[in-house]
């Protein structure tokens, strides 16, 4: 029989790569062979595929049947493979034309009976079967809405293998996606909601302007989770390119949600403090999956009661907050998971945790290695720490609050400013500003530069800490509609790094 060819995409991370399945029967004892580094899940496609065959009427070849998965050196992963090792099977015996199978991705896990389920991951799979020259992509019917989030290449959904092999013989055609939805989803609540706090606010708002991590300590009850939650209403909406990245994530998580809709909501992730290393920043078992801290990648991860959380884990978040990306190896290889987010802290003051100070029962020692437990380097990273008061009237602090709406007005117009002066090299935001570009070529005057030089010669502040109030003073400019930052800017930076808020 001759040889047949049919492709499909594995899944490094959320980069799809292009699989050439050859298929060649005959020449020894019956068998069905998998070789090019197929795992566990790709292994047991063995049985599956062949109930399925067989019970969609289709004759079985009861010889040699090896079928080999291109690049061999890539590993490959899942049971989305099933549909395009059926076809290429199919394809050797003449019940389809190695023309129809020709640039076309075939995606999706046989049912025994030879429905087609769907799987994970499909999103960035036609990403990158589009990027590699396929003309048009088979997929199971249910996940046709998911599928609708990628242009420029045909896709069709089929319920089982019957209506695969009817359309790829020309006989019938499959549903079509519909257009996709496009919407930013329901909105956060509002921070009008919050009751006082104007410190806490107010580095809210310089965060989403500058786009800082901030830190918000104070005892329980005094409103660090509701302005948390309120954080990701201040940012602006992500672009399409950044939302259609978010959804490859969340695809690739299994948590993409139904619809096709394309959020273009800045995500918020609050991982409880139970939750292990690999579902904070990625991993498990065989090829390591995203993270809590690529799911919330473009968006806001809420870390809540950060002091509970341990040095060992809060510590692991320093590399993606630097780089933006998390690198996760296993033995089947490296993924690379996009992971730039804006982190938000909050902490109880003590472990006691009362509802005002006086009721501490701590002594000093305990609430110093209480706090301790977030290490230094991190807190280092964290440019905004902003301590929260108990309040004390809720009529008198309720009244003309501002609106999410109202602050989000003002970060925008901050944000256009900074985009507009960074544009020629890249950066968007003052915090992805390096260092030495503010020191040298947007130097600021020596007298501007005076509280920075007292912290340094005092130990308050690192170089790295310096340059952190340095961004956060070019942030303060933008939202006070100034070109650049004065002494009066820097030291109020330098306020919201004050290590005694922490």
């Known amino acids: 029989m001759p040889l047949a060819r049919a492709y499909s995409v594995a899944l490094l991370g959320v980069d799809g790569h292009v699989v050439e ?37 289709q004759e079985w070849p009861n010889e040699r049947i090896v079928l080999a998965l291109s690049p061999a050196t890539l590993r ?47 999103l960035p799979c036609l990403l990158a079967a589009r990027a590699a020259g396929m003309r048009r992509a088979v ?29 790829l013989h020309g006989e019938r055609q499959l549903r079509r996606p519909e257009p996709p939805v496009d919407g930013p989803g329901p909105e956060p609540p509002d921070l009008a909601d919050v009751v006082g706090q104007e410190d806490a606010r107010h580095a809210l708002e ?12 104070g005892p329980p009850g005094t409103g660090k989770t509701m302005l948390a939650q309120r954080f990701a209403g201040l940012l602006p909406r992500l672009a399409p390119g950044e939302a259609l990245a978010l959804a490859a994530i969340r695809s690739v998580a299994g948590r993409l949600p139904a619809g096709g809709a394309l959020s273009t909501l800045p995500p918020f992730v609050a991982p409880h403090h139970s939750s292990s290393m690999a579902a904070l920043v990625g991993g498990g078992s065989g090829m390591a999956r995203p993270g809590a801290v690529s799911l919330a990648h473009r968006g806001v991860l809420f870390i809540d009661e950060a002091p509970e959380w341990g040095a060992k884990m809060l510590d692991a978040l320093r590399t993606p907050l630097e780089e933006g990306e998390v690198r996760l190896s296993r033995a089947e290889g490296t993924v690379h998971y996009p992971a730039r987010f804006q982190l938000v802290l909050a902490a ?113 502040l690192t170089a790295r800490g310096a340059d952190r109030a340095l961004r956060v003073a070019w942030t303060l400019a933008d939202l006070a509609g100034r070109d650049s930052p004065d002494e009066d800017l820097v030291a109020a930076a330098l306020y919201f790094r004050d290590r005694r808020a922490a």
């Open 348 to 460: 109880n003051p003590c472990p006691c945790a009362p509802a005002h100070d006086r009721d501490c029962i701590c002594p000093s020692m305990a609430r110093r290695r209480y706090l301790g437990r977030m290490s230094g380097p991190l807190l280092d990273r964290v440019d905004l720490r902003a301590r929260m008061f108990p309040v004390m009237a809720l009529t008198a602090t309720s009244d003309g609050a501002e609106s999410t709406a109202a602050v989000r007005a003002r970060v925008l117009a901050a944000r256009a400013a900074a985009a507009e002066r960074w544009a020629e090299r890249g950066w968007r935001t003052n915090a992805e500003v390096p260092g030495p570009v503010l020191r040298t070529r947007f130097a600021l005057p020596r007298k501007a530069l005076r509280p920075l030089d007292a912290g340094l010669r005092a130990g308050e």
């Open 21 to 57: 399945i050859e298929a060649d029967v005959g020449g020894g004892l019956p068998g069905f062979h998998l070789v090019g580094l197929p795992d566990a899940a790709l292994h047991e496609s063995k049985d599956r595929v062949r109930a399925a065959v067989v019970n969609s009427e």
């Open 139 to 167: 997929v199971p019917a249910a996940m046709l809405a998911e599928a609708a989030l990628v242009d420029g290449i045909e896709v069709h959904g089929a319920a089982s293998l019957s209506d695969t092999l009817a359309f």
């Open 206 to 217: 310089i965060a989403a302007a500058g786009g800082h991590h901030v830190l918000l300590v």
């Open 76 to 122: 490959k992963a899942g049971s989305g493979f099933d549909l395009a090792l059926a076809c290429a099977v199919l394809g050797t015996s003449g019940v389809i034309g190695q023309e129809a199978l020709h640039r076309t991705a075939l995606l999706g896990e046989l049912a025994l009976d030879g429905r087609l389920r769907p799987v994970r991951g499909l």
